[in-house]
């Protein structure tokens, strides 16, 4: 296996099935059913060296995500979106998730090792552990008085999407609707902007990938951070609010900032269909578009790993090196790919982290 491409992922939401099956997190991370998208056994296999690993608070009553891509089976379509969780709600289920993270490390000591710093993440990969960096996707779990941010950046939290799709007292997130624009709703709550600027103190990288328009424009406007999508795909392509448009991959360009493409089929596919029947083809051309927009160093992973439906040929985090193999027949050479799947996103996380 000595042309195995080690990556580091930007976006997997394996934390939520820890979370949400505890009486069977051993065989989830340490068992070799093959159930979901990632293991640690699979991941060593594929080359997973790393990654962003989300606490992501569910609403009461969301269904599975099979219930939830079929809403997303036939395009046009618009899903509702969720009313906001209230802050004491969502708090505990966050500290759950992140005691998941924590387990994971106890359960696997030589295998895995929470990162709090670009520098930790290098040294883990040298190890030849896999990297986890703590991420939140939509900040419900921090307070309106943002107190809550300072116990998480301790616990560990480097990365932190200040909206999921449904709004927050931060700020409003884009609809799971296809065709559709992210230029719809408000920009920051002055809360959100406070946010930004506390994310900016601590080296908390802030994560616009559900962000709508108006909050992206306000977090460019105030962040000194680079902008960050840790997992979206290229709007031209594919007509979701979820993908960015030519002008945003201009504003992360500007900034120095970074995309990640996300593998799911709903953000992949011209048709916007959550249909897992497709060639890797419409990857390469997201892969080839986000590189002409971004260069070279901006672009890598954000597979969205247990929280989408993949193409056929990817199936799991062992189709990864299929994507590799692909993006090689399709003329990448071997330092182009190793940007792509693991450098760019280290120094993404040197730009962005503090220490
Ligand atoms: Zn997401």
């Known amino acids: 296996m000595s042309d195995l491409i080690r990556f580091f992922d930007g976006h997997n939401d394996l934390l939520l099935r820890l979370y949400s099956a505890p009486e069977k997190r051993e065989e989830i991370w340490l068992g070799s059913s ?40 036939h395009a046009p379509f618009e899903v509702p979106l969720p009313p906001p969780i209230p802050h004491e709600k969502a708090q505990p289920v966050a500290l759950g998730m992140a005691g998941q993270l924590y387990w994971m490390e106890r359960a696997a000591p030589d295998d895995f090792a929470i990162c709090r710093s670009a520098a930790a993440v290098r040294a883990a990969l040298d190890a030849g552990r896999i990297a986890g960096v703590m991420h939140m996707e939509g900040a419900e779990a921090i307070g309106p008085d943002l107190d809550a941010l300072y116990l998480f950046h301790a616990l560990g939290l480097r990365s932190l999407g200040p909206v999921w799709s449904r709004p927050t007292v931060f700020g409003h997130g884009v609809p799971f609707k296809f065709p559709g624009d992210p230029d719809i709703g408000p920009g920051l709550t002055d809360r959100g902007k406070e946010l930004v ?28 951070a680079p902008l960050v999508a840790t997992h979206s795909n290229v709007h031209a392509l594919c007509r979701t609010p979820r993908n960015l448009t030519d002008r945003q991959l201009a504003q992360i360009r500007e900034s120095s900032g970074m995309v990640g493409l996300n593998f799911s089929t709903s953000f992949l596919r011209a048709d916007g269909m959550a249909a897992t029947d497709m060639t890797l083809d419409p990857m390469l051309r997201h892969m080839d578009y986000l590189i002409e927009k971004l260069g070279e160093d901006h672009v890598g992973l ?4 247990d929280g989408c439906t993949l193409p056929d040929p990817i199936k799991d985090v062992t189709g990864v090196p299929t994507l590799f193999r692909a993006l090689a027949d399709h003329g990448y050479d071997n330092a182009l790919l190793v940007k792509l799947a693991r450098d760019n996103w280290l120094d993404c996380l040197d730009r962005s982290l503090k220490g």
């Not at 997973?48 to 690993?53: H, S």
């Not at 600027?197 to 306000?218: E, K, P, V, W, Y």
């Not at 954000?302 to 790993?305: L, V, Y």
Request: glycine content about 14%; aromatic content about 8%.
């Open 34 to 73: 093959g159930a979901g998208h990632l293991d640690l056994q699979r991941m060593k296999r594929a080359g997973f060296a790393g990654g962003l690993f989300a606490i992501y608070v569910p609403s009461p009553g969301e269904g599975s995500m099979a219930d939830f891509m079929a809403l997303m089976a």
């Open 302 to 305: 954000g597979s969205d790993f």
């Open 197 to 224: 600027r506390l994310c900016n103190q601590l080296g908390i990288m802030i994560d616009l990938s559900h962000m709508n328009r108006a909050g992206f424009d306000d977090v460019a406007r105030l962040s000194t």
